[in-house]
């Protein structure tokens, strides 16, 4: 937990000066009555200094008030994230977790009992992706609950972690294919939109086609990284289950934001994705 921010050690400073100017007034009030030059000259510089000390005092324990209070204010904010992030883990664990749980659990119950092939394979596949699922959820939750996480340096996706994503959803049903032609240097904030375009259109795949073929594909156009998700369309019989609409919307902003377009159509029966993105690496 963050400590609560204290009033910076300078502010002691005015309580310093306040008793300086007194002793200057306090010298200048049991002097007596300076003789020669002095007496044109000692009583403005006394009353000068304690003007400026005044001045100077003032102003600084304003600085240090504004500073206090910005320090206040970061570190009220600090705590709000803290108790969301651990809200938001508590609500994972409570629903998402326990879900999980009984999917994993149902599912490896039914390994014994006599069934088809087709569906004892998706059974299996059922409970290989929730197991799957679980283990990613714990990773997560640990980073919630972790205060220091926000200051320290996360793994963030790479294009490396293409196939890891692709091959997930394999887990769930879909029959993958992954292109990545040669790239060059990639930034690292092309690299992460390329996982999170990936992702959302798999899990959009797999949502509105169920089990249906989908080609990923990766490639270079000039100074655009260009990425492809395109599907066969609806299995036979599927029931579309759609999620809540916001994610194509999310990642056309985050494609904007890069310098790219994000293009979402139907072809041949199926959909197909395409995101062409600046790379301000080349």
Aim: hydrophobic content about 45%.
């Amino acid at each position: 937990m963050n400590t609560h921010p204290r009033p910076s050690g300078r502010s002691r400073v005015v309580p310093v000066v306040a008793v300086v100017i007194s002793v200057l007034v306090m010298a200048m009030c049991t002097a007596g009555t300076p003789q020669g030059p002095l007496a044109l000259v000692l009583p403005p510089l006394m009353v000068g200094i304690a003007v400026a000390a005044a001045v100077w005092a003032v102003r600084r324990s304003r600085a240090d008030r504004a500073a206090y209070e910005s320090r206040l204010t970061a570190w009220a904010a600090s705590e709000a994230v803290l108790a969301e992030r651990l809200r938001i883990a508590r609500d994972l664990h409570d629903i998402v977790s326990h879900g999980l749980g009984l999917i994993t659990v149902r599912a490896a119950a039914t390994r014994h009992l006599p069934k088809p092939a087709e569906v004892a394979a998706a059974l299996t596949d059922i409970e290989d992706a929730s197991r799957h699922a679980t283990t990613e959820l714990r990773r997560m939750l640990t980073v919630l609950r972790e205060p220091s996480t926000a200051s320290r340096r996360t793994p963030v996706d790479s294009l490396d972690d293409l196939p890891g994503i692709v091959h997930g959803a394999s887990l769930a049903g879909l029959r993958t294919r992954l292109a990545v032609e040669p790239l060059g240097e990639v930034s690292q904030g092309v690299q992460v939109a390329v996982c999170k375009i990936v992702r959302e259109a798999l899990s959009n795949a797999a949502r509105y086609a169920g089990p249906t073929e989908v080609e990923v594909r990766v490639r270079r156009d000039g100074p655009f990284v260009v990425v492809t998700v395109a599907d066969s369309g609806p299995v036979d019989g599927w029931r579309a289950s759609p999620g809540a609409g916001h994610g194509l919307t999310g990642l056309r902003e985050r494609v904007a934001s890069l310098g790219g377009t994000l293009s979402a159509e139907h072809v041949d029966g199926g959909f197909r994705l395409t995101a062409r993105i600046r790379d301000e690496a080349t």
